[in-house]
């Protein structure tokens, strides 16, 4: 597998945590803001550590 479908892969299942829980109808919307802004932080200092090293 190539390096940028590697990524890919890899950036389809850091997001598909976040949207499963846009479907579980249980979550507040405070916190699932709460859960979406630290996703959005976890896959911004992924991508500089990927772009850093790499």
Known sequence: MSDRSL?????L???GLPL???LAPRV???D???YAAVWVGIIIVVYILV???T
């Open 7 to 11: 990524t890919v892969v890899m950036l």
């Open 13 to 15: 299942l850091v997001l």
């Open 20 to 22: 499963s829980a846009l």
């Open 28 to 30: 507040p919307t405070r």
């Open 32 to 34: 699932l803001i709460r």
């Open 51 to 53: 772009r850093r090293f």
